[in-house]
Structure formats: C-alpha cells, structure tokens
C-alpha cells in the first residue's frame, strides 16, 4: 500500500499560482502512475493530468493544458503539480492519486490522498 498526503492548497486571487505537492510513504512513488483529480461542488470528480512512472509521458485535460504541470521527483517521492494562471473555475478540492495504469479513469487509481482545497477569487 502506500499513502498519500497532499498539501500547498490556499486561497489566491484569479491569475496567480500555486504548487501543490503529494508525498508518498508506504511504497515507492516510482512503482506507480500518478494523476491529480479535482473536484468542485456539486460536481463529479475530474480527471486533470497524468505522468508515467519515469515521468517521461504526460497528459492534461484541455480545461487546464498550458496553465498546469505535473512533474515528479521519484528519489523524494514526492509529486507536484505547478498552476499557474489560475481561474474562479478552477476552485475545487485537488487529489493525488496512484495507480498502475496510465489513464484518465478514476476507477484506475487504487491509492488517493485525502484532498486539499484550492479556492480562486475573481
């Protein structure tokens, strides 16, 4: 097994950024695939971007391509995940999430942390 933390969520004002990090114990980082998921009120939990367990492919979701970057440092067995630009519509809570398949569907990530709350004023 392995567990998730996350943390760097805040508060910040539309156009800014944040980095948010996801530390892993348990197991090593690197066995898995990584993905950030998000959820804003009264909506389905989303899936925003992916990287392999090298790091070497990524994937986004058009709602956040070209303002986010998902990046991991294995031998600290941490990820992150850079936001820049941010926007009002991006206020949700923010999950990491492991698994061994290099995917967008939730159902596919076995391990998630507990979430941490990111909220966009405009």
């Known amino acids: 097994q392995v567990q998730l933390v996350e943390s760097g969520g805040g508060f910040v004002q539309a156009g800014g950024s944040l980095r948010l990090s996801c530390a892993a114990s348990?197991?090593?980082?690197?066995?898995?695939?990584m993905a950030w998921f998000r959820q804003a009120p009264g909506k389905d939990r989303e899936f925003i971007t992916r990287?392999?367990?090298?790091?070497?492919?990524?994937a986004y979701a058009d709602s956040v391509k070209g303002r986010f970057t998902i990046f991991r440092e294995n031998a600290e067995n941490t990820l992150y995940l850079q936001m820049n630009s941010l926007k009002p519509e991006d206020t949700a809570v923010y999950y990491c999430?492991?698994?061994?398949?290099?995917?967008?569907?939730?159902?596919?990530?076995?391990?998630w942390g507990q979430g941490i709350q990111v909220t966009v004023s405009s």
């Open positions: 999430a492991a698994g061994y398949a290099y995917s967008g569907r939730r159902g596919d990530y076995e391990y």
């Open positions: 348990g197991r090593t980082l690197g066995w898995f695939v």
């Open positions: 990287i392999s367990q090298s790091g070497a492919a990524t």
